[in-house]
Every structure is written in C-alpha cells, then in structure tokens.
C-alpha cells in the first residue's frame, strides 16, 4: 500500500465535515487495512500539506430492511486529518 492513491479512496462530504472543515479538520473514506502514518503520509503527497494529526473511524455495517427484502450496509474506515495552522485544501473550498 505505499501507492497514497489507494490509500485514500475518497472524500466525505456530509454536514458534520463540513463543520469540521472549520477547525482545519478534513475527512476521508480510507482503505481498511491502513494505518495513521500512511494515511498522513498520503495525505501529505497527494494536496501537499502538513499533517498534525489523524483520527480513525472504523464503520461497522448495520442490518438493513426495506419490506421483505433484507441485506446490510457496507463497512468501511474514515480518517479525520487536522493540518497545520494556516493550511487547507482547496478541493473541500470549491464545493
């Protein structure tokens, strides 16, 4: 896993995040399997920024019914990433 591509899978884009985002904070979907020094080091390379801390949220998938049909939600891990005073990333700017 040293590719931070694969490391990082995506934004999350929901109303407490964006709260977040206030205090220099930022979340991310992550692979499962990875860790918080290669998820900072990701982070690092791919916006160019300096990572202070992160923070790990491991989502368990939930039973899920909509009339006879039944199944689960999917399980997945989140990362909070705070930067440095004075940084950002601007893709969470623009939208």
Known sequence: MSDPYTIIIGPVISEKSYQLIEHNKYTFKVDPRARKPAIAKAVEEIFSVN?????????????????????RTSSGKKAIVELSEGQKIEFFESM
């Open 51 to 71: 990572v202070v801390g992160v923070n790990i949220i491991k989502t368990r998938s939930k039973p899920k019914r909509r009339g006879m049909v039944q199944g």
